[in-house]
């Protein structure tokens, strides 16, 4: 598990296809790699990807065809930037929110402009996902827990403070970057319990299901 605070920047260093998956090499200098060893999780980008070499200044990670067709690994070239995060210790405080690592889909920045000294973004997500994203609610975009603004359709709105670009691959964005998506796991798994039971399972959440199960009253 993750919180989507992000640990250090990293980059590319080598792509390897396998056979039709990917074995990648992440170089860091900034990740403290004396502390992490061989089957460790690290999320590279927003995805969880398990240390399988340990060349020194950074790691080597296993892309799998699943998470090469449902995030922009699929895209990845050398050089790339990419968000660093160790996977969460028992003892560590939970400072974002809970990312699993597992992303949902690929996003597009649509809009990316300037407020103040933030920097303003409006993404772009698959259709499917809409219904998880809520306004105020959490989401992860690119491994990096962020707080969404506004949300017409699939479409939402993120605020990024200064420290947060700083210490992000986020100041690199520009219209038509393709950016890892994670909703809210609770979102999911609410979604699930309303559904288990019922013939045929219901299209998302509705306040009528949410009513019916006792999660609100009903009108």
Excluded at 140 to 164: K, Q, Y
């Amino acid at each position: 598990m993750f919180t989507g605070i992000i640990e250090a920047l990293g980059d590319i260093a080598a792509i390897e296809m396998r056979g039709g998956d990917m074995r990648v090499r992440i170089r860091s200098r900034d990740l403290p790699m004396s502390e992490v060893k061989l089957g460790d999780s690290i999320s590279t980008n927003g995805v969880c990807l398990t240390v399988v070499e340990l060349p020194g200044d950074g790691y080597w990670a296993d892309v799998s065809r699943e998470t090469l067709s449902h995030s922009s690994f699929a895209q990845a070239k050398i050089g790339q930037r990419v968000n660093l995060e160790r996977a969460m210790a028992a003892t560590s405080r939970f400072d974002g929110h809970i990312v699993s690592g597992h992303v949902d889909g690929v996003g597009e920045v649509v809009e990316c402009s300037k407020d103040a000294r933030s920097i303003q973004l409006r993404i772009q997500a698959p259709e499917e996902l809409a219904r998880y994203i809520a306004n105020k609610g959490s989401i992860c975009v690119d491994g990096v827990s962020l707080t969404v603004n506004r949300i017409e359709g699939a479409t939402f709105d993120l605020n990024i403070v200064p420290h947060t670009a700083a210490e992000t691959i986020i100041t690199g964005y520009v219209r038509g970057s393709r950016v890892n998506l994670e909703v809210d796991v609770v979102a999911r798994y609410l979604e699930r319990l309303l559904q288990v039971g019922q013939k045929p399972a219901p299209r998302g959440i509705t306040l009528a299901t949410l009513a019916e199960n006792g999660f609100m009253k009903a009108r």
